[in-house]
């Protein structure tokens, strides 16, 4: 209580420190009197973001602290209890900029701005604070979330138009259309970009950014001896139409939408099939299927025109997320799950976090808690993925996909099966029966119990049943358990989504509460990215064999238009933060009010409005909604083929590196580092390409962390455990420790951008685990089979491998050095001491981080 007061205090003397008020206060301008521009400043720029950073303690919410209101203009220059906090004459002198620079106290206290919007608040300081008159300036207001032209006007809801490219004073350096907007920013502060990276760093860079993986040295040496102009480029082709892009990008896409292949909870059960999802997806990004299809297939794909075997793959999107079998309240459970299915939808697909209007309206977005239960009634008809039963997990969520002959062959097969079940047990009840009514009282209760039956049995031989009978019901057992186990499998079945014959009606649910009952609503779009006084969109029923509502089909629909203005921003805004390191709008899953605002808006835009409607390049015209078409601009651009190189000029006006004056380093993620150690050491199982997921050994010690230790962890054989970490089982309570430790999603929510840690474990696993050592020792063993005996020979081979470039004498000489002092000063042969060398190679920087 006293830290809470002293930390109140705090803000209002901070705060109440600043200029007196000069006699020019008396001269500002009106609201009136600010030109159109800076208004529309002030409502794009500024009001978001007093929004989401200033009102929770200089509102009307709760008691204001230090007096200071900063929800009107005229309470920012009325100041706190202690005096001022703007100068309209000295801007600069403003203790507000001061605290938001954490130049003096630091606000707000829950983190420091980002660069952008610190500068747009000075920008705005500076401009004499421009506001919007009225209610509609109003930050105070209460009530429902405000839908209005000026909530449409917000950057990331306004229509996507196409913006001109800038001129430039170095047009030399644009390589695509993208180099021009960037440059742009970087002359307007008077920097220049980074030198171009040399060609085995780009080489890597670009191989890691498509596919995931490392060139072989093989490839680094063809690509250096290839000297012409378009050497680069083939080599991006190459990559583009590699199976290995679509099980590199697919893996982003699975952090979007929480993949995994259990079902969380007590038992954390498998999903059956749920890897044909996966498939489904490396498929889709193999093939540059249109994004725009790629919506429809997952939000709807048992609703479109022509159903596929892959449409219904595609709907295995909705049984993704974490499944209670036996809730302590039903109705609540499946809420939970359709908020789970809102929160991802919203999330992925557009940026917006539709699911923090569940129990009220959005606190910061304009988004009514109407808007998110109108969202919710396109979903009402799903069927729950089921209870503890297998039959009812069958029923609500599994369909064949197999071709008509392969249904009707399993059709044969199970009428063939049931038959000989039906005869062993006809013949099990016909010894059972007279024993049962012979029985005495207590052991006939028990005898109801098919687990007690052989031993009752077995204790009344010679006495109510005869030895060979005997015999006889227990070879029936064994046969009805064997025919159990090797039950007909399906002809193909997939995980899918089903919906119940009419949907359920929808209410809005007053605190959330399934139990509480408010106004009923209909399938509707959000009121933000909607012409204001647009109707609820009409729903026409579908055909009878479709057993759907077709509700689903409209809302997809509406989310793969090109006129929504959110869908092509995010998914360029993901495609520029896979292949750059950071997105252009760095809360890629967050493109509301509160969300980080683009560096590059023009940019955004004109990636955006390339995505839907492309530009012929060449004589070619590019595929509508094809993001492989995206990412050939930025694999080609100047700005990709940068080196890291930092310019002290730059790092001190840009330290952040926002205006992209270099390429950023970056650490390989969980399951590049994962599979890059199998491909040095010459492991990696590349005939995987599909089917069941693979289970890498995991440690006992690991293992034993379960309740039931090992359960629900299969056995893959050395070659197959060796496959891409893509195809690596996703059990939800149990994750294979190197891809733990070094930053691999949490499958129980949306992934937008994988963290970065750096903490013991990482270098404990590279150093001591099972999985690094006995790599290693493959490694060792390759090379002193491919590299002779000399030590020389085998620390080239081993550091060509890693480094994926020709390393220099000095290195080759320090690991020679090793290997000798190891067998000197450990007393170990000459394989051991290769091994430990192979070891220190997987862990260096330069293997480990990409520049």
């Given at each position: 209580?006293?830290?809470?007061q002293?930390?109140?205090?705090?803000?209002?003397v901070?705060?109440?420190?600043?200029a007196?008020?000069?006699?020019?206060a008396?001269?500002?301008?009106?609201?009136?009197?600010?030109a159109?521009e800076?208004l529309?400043?002030?409502?794009r720029?500024?009001?978001?973001?007093?929004?989401?950073?200033?009102?929770g303690c200089?509102?009307?919410?709760?008691?204001v602290?230090g007096?200071?209101?900063?929800?009107?203009?005229?309470g920012?220059?009325?100041?706190s209890e202690?005096?001022?906090v703007?100068?309209?004459?000295?801007?600069?002198?403003?203790s507000l900029?001061?605290a938001i620079r954490?130049?003096?106290?630091?606000?707000p206290p829950?983190g420091?701005?980002?660069?952008a919007?610190?500068d747009t608040?000075a920008?705005w300081v500076?401009?004499g604070?421009p506001?919007?008159?009225?209610?509609?300036?109003?930050?105070?207001?209460?009530?429902p979330p405000?839908v209005?032209d000026?909530a449409r006007?917000?950057w990331?809801?306004?229509p996507?138009?196409?913006?001109?490219?800038?001129?430039v004073k170095?047009?030399?350096?644009?390589?695509?259309p993208?180099?021009?907007?960037i440059?742009?920013?970087?002359e307007e502060k008077n920097?220049?970009?980074?030198?171009p990276?040399?060609r085995?760093?780009?080489l890597?860079?670009?191989?890691?950014?498509?596919?995931?993986?490392p060139?072989t040295?093989?490839?680094?040496?063809?690509?250096?001896?290839?000297?012409s102009?378009?050497a680069?480029e083939?080599?991006?082709?190459?990559?583009?139409?590699?199976?290995?892009?679509?099980e590199?990008?697919?893996?982003?896409?699975l952090?979007?939408v929480?993949?995994?292949?259990t079902n969380?909870?007590?038992?954390?059960?498998?999903?059956?099939?749920v890897?044909?999802y996966?498939?489904?997806?490396?498929?889709?990004?193999?093939?540059d299927?249109p994004?725009?299809?790629?919506?429809?297939?997952?939000?709807?794909?048992d609703?479109?025109?022509e159903?596929t075997?892959?449409s219904?793959?595609a709907?295995?999107y909705?049984?993704?997320?974490l499944?209670?079998?036996e809730?302590a309240?039903p109705l609540l459970a499946?809420?939970d799950?359709l908020?789970?299915?809102?929160?991802t939808?919203?999330?992925?697909?557009l940026g917006?976090?539709v699911n923090?209007?569940?129990?009220?309206?959005?606190?910061?977005d304009?988004l009514?808690q109407?808007?998110?239960?109108k969202f919710?009634?396109f979903?009402?008809?799903?069927?729950?993925y089921?209870d503890?039963s297998d039959?009812?997990?069958?029923e609500?969520s599994l369909?064949?996909?197999g071709a008509p002959e392969q249904q009707?062959k399993?059709?044969?097969?199970?009428a063939?099966y049931?038959?000989?079940?039906?005869?062993?047990?006809?013949?099990?009840?016909e010894?059972?029966?007279?024993?049962?009514?012979?029985l005495?009282?207590?052991?006939?209760?028990d005898?109801?119990?098919?687990?007690?039956?052989?031993r009752?049995?077995?204790?009344?031989i010679?006495e109510?049943?005869s030895?060979?009978?005997?015999d006889?019901?227990?070879r029936?057992?064994?046969?009805r358990?064997r025919?159990?186990?090797?039950?007909p499998?399906?002809?193909?079945?997939?995980?899918?989504v089903?919906?119940?014959?009419?949907?359920?009606?929808?209410?809005?649910?007053?605190?959330?509460?399934p139990?509480?009952?408010?106004d009923?609503v209909e399938p509707?779009f959000?009121?933000?990215l909607s012409?204001?006084?647009?109707?609820?969109?009409?729903?026409?029923a579908?055909?009878?064999?479709?057993?759907?509502?077709?509700?689903r089909?409209?809302?997809?629909?509406?989310?793969a238009?090109p006129a929504?203005p959110?869908t092509?921003?995010?998914?360029?805004n993901?495609?520029?933060?896979y292949?750059?390191?950071?997105?252009?709008?760095?809360?890629?899953?967050?493109?509301?009010?509160m969300?980080t605002p683009?560096?590059h808006?023009e940019?955004?835009?004109?990636?955006a409005?390339?995505?839907?409607?492309?530009?012929?390049t060449g004589g070619?015209?590019?595929?509508e909604?094809?993001?492989?078409?995206v990412?050939?601009?930025?694999?080609?651009s100047?700005?990709?083929?940068?080196?890291?190189q930092?310019?002290?000029a730059?790092?001190k006006?840009?330290?952040?590196?926002e205006?992209?004056?270099?390429?950023?380093l970056?650490?390989?993620?969980?399951?590049?580092?994962?599979?890059?150690?199998?491909?040095?050491?010459?492991?990696?199982?590349?005939a995987?390409?599909?089917?069941p997921?693979i289970?890498?050994?995991?440690?006992?010690?690991v293992?034993?962390g379960?309740?039931?230790?090992?359960?629900g962890w299969?056995?893959s054989s050395?070659e197959?455990a060796?496959?891409?970490s893509v195809?690596?089982h996703i059990?939800r309570?149990?994750?294979?420790?190197i891809?733990?430790?070094?930053d691999?999603?949490?499958?129980?929510?949306?992934c937008?951008?994988?963290?970065?840690?750096?903490q013991?474990?990482?270098?404990?696993?590279?150093?001591?685990?099972e999985?690094a050592n006995?790599?290693?020792?493959l490694f060792a063993?390759?090379a002193a089979?491919?590299?002779?005996d000399k030590?020389a020979?085998?620390v080239?081979?081993?550091?060509q491998?890693?480094?994926?470039?020709?390393?220099?004498p000095?290195e080759i000489d320090?690991?020679?050095t090793f290997?000798?002092?190891t067998?000197?000063t450990?007393?170990?042969?000459?394989?051991?001491?290769l091994r430990?060398?192979c070891?220190?190679?997987?862990?260096?920087?330069?293997?480990?981080y990409?520049?």
């Amino acid at each position: 209580m006293v830290d809470a007061q002293y930390k109140r205090l705090l803000i209002v003397v901070v705060l109440g420190i600043s200029a007196p008020i000069s006699q020019a206060a008396a001269a500002e301008p009106t609201p009136t009197q600010f030109a159109p521009e800076q208004l529309e400043f002030f409502e794009r720029d500024v009001k978001p973001i007093l929004k989401a950073n200033c009102l929770g303690c200089h509102g009307a919410e709760k008691k204001v602290q230090g007096n200071l209101y900063l929800t009107s203009r005229e309470g920012v220059l009325k100041g706190s209890e202690n005096g001022p906090v703007v100068s309209l004459e000295s801007p600069e002198e403003s203790s507000l900029l001061a605290a938001i620079r954490y130049e003096s106290f630091e606000m707000p206290p829950k983190g420091k701005l980002p660069q952008a919007q610190i500068d747009t608040l000075a920008k705005w300081v500076k401009m004499g604070l421009p506001w919007t008159e009225g209610e509609k300036g109003n930050l105070g207001h209460h009530g429902p979330p405000v839908v209005d032209d000026s909530a449409r006007n917000f950057w990331s809801f306004r229509p996507v138009v196409r913006p001109v490219i800038p001129a430039v004073k170095n047009p030399a350096w644009v390589k695509s259309p993208t180099d021009a907007f960037i440059l742009a920013k970087l002359e307007e502060k008077n920097l220049r970009p980074a030198p171009p990276a040399d060609r085995a760093t780009l080489l890597r860079r670009a191989y890691y950014a498509v596919i995931g993986l490392p060139p072989t040295p093989e490839q680094v040496e063809a690509f250096l001896a290839d000297k012409s102009p378009d050497a680069y480029e083939k080599v991006v082709e190459e990559l583009l139409a590699s199976r290995h892009y679509g099980e590199h990008w697919g893996r982003h896409w699975l952090d979007l939408v929480r993949y995994a292949e259990t079902n969380s909870f007590e038992r954390d059960n498998p999903k059956p099939f749920v890897w044909r999802y996966r498939d489904y997806v490396i498929r889709s990004f193999n093939a540059d299927k249109p994004y725009s299809q790629f919506i429809r297939e997952q939000l709807a794909g048992d609703e479109l025109d022509e159903v596929t075997a892959d449409s219904l793959i595609a709907t295995g999107y909705y049984r993704l997320g974490l499944w209670d079998d036996e809730p302590a309240d039903p109705l609540l459970a499946y809420y939970d799950g359709l908020d789970d299915i809102i929160g991802t939808t919203g999330q992925t697909f557009l940026g917006l976090t539709v699911n923090c209007a569940r129990c009220h309206d959005h606190k910061i977005d304009p988004l009514p808690q109407r808007d998110y239960y109108k969202f919710v009634a396109f979903f009402h008809g799903i069927k729950h993925y089921g209870d503890r039963s297998d039959e009812s997990v069958a029923e609500a969520s599994l369909r064949p996909i197999g071709a008509p002959e392969q249904q009707e062959k399993h059709r044969e097969l199970i009428a063939q099966y049931e038959a000989k079940v039906a005869d062993i047990e006809r013949q099990m009840k016909e010894i059972e029966d007279p024993v049962a009514d012979k029985l005495p009282g207590g052991e006939r209760d028990d005898f109801k119990s098919p687990g007690n039956r052989v031993r009752l049995l077995r204790k009344h031989i010679d006495e109510l049943i005869s030895q060979e009978a005997f015999d006889t019901y227990v070879r029936l057992r064994m046969e009805r358990g064997r025919l159990e186990r090797e039950r007909p499998q399906a002809a193909g079945q997939a995980l899918v989504v089903k919906e119940q014959a009419s949907p359920r009606e929808t209410f809005v649910l007053l605190r959330g509460n399934p139990q509480s009952h408010g106004d009923r609503v209909e399938p509707g779009f959000l009121a933000v990215l909607s012409a204001a006084g647009t109707p609820d969109p009409q729903i026409a029923a579908l055909p009878p064999e479709y057993e759907s509502s077709g509700r689903r089909r409209v809302l997809a629909d509406w989310i793969a238009s090109p006129a929504n203005p959110l869908t092509s921003r995010v998914i360029v805004n993901r495609v520029w933060q896979y292949t750059m390191g950071r997105g252009i709008v760095r809360s890629s899953s967050n493109f509301g009010y509160m969300g980080t605002p683009p560096t590059h808006p023009e940019l955004l835009d004109w990636l955006a409005s390339e995505l839907v409607q492309p530009t012929a390049t060449g004589g070619r015209k590019p595929a509508e909604w094809s993001l492989k078409h995206v990412l050939r601009l930025i694999l080609l651009s100047s700005a990709f083929q940068m080196s890291g190189q930092v310019d002290p000029a730059a790092a001190k006006i840009d330290p952040e590196n926002e205006l992209l004056s270099h390429f950023d380093l970056r650490r390989l993620t969980a399951e590049e580092l994962r599979d890059s150690i199998l491909v040095a050491c010459g492991n990696l199982h590349l005939a995987k390409q599909e089917g069941p997921s693979i289970y890498p050994i995991i440690p006992k010690e690991v293992l034993a962390g379960q309740s039931m230790p090992g359960h629900g962890w299969g056995r893959s054989s050395r070659e197959e455990a060796a496959s891409r970490s893509v195809f690596v089982h996703i059990k939800r309570s149990l994750a294979v420790p190197i891809l733990a430790a070094f930053d691999a999603p949490d499958p129980d929510a949306p992934c937008p951008v994988r963290f970065s840690t750096t903490q013991p474990t990482q270098a404990l696993g590279l150093i001591n685990s099972e999985f690094a050592n006995s790599q290693a020792r493959l490694f060792a063993e390759k090379a002193a089979s491919r590299a002779g005996d000399k030590p020389a020979g085998q620390v080239r081979f081993v550091l060509q491998r890693v480094l994926q470039r020709e390393p220099t004498p000095a290195e080759i000489d320090r690991g020679v050095t090793f290997i000798e002092t190891t067998c000197k000063t450990d007393k170990v042969m000459a394989n051991e001491a290769l091994r430990q060398f192979c070891l220190l190679a997987l862990n260096l920087n330069e293997f480990v981080y990409l520049e």
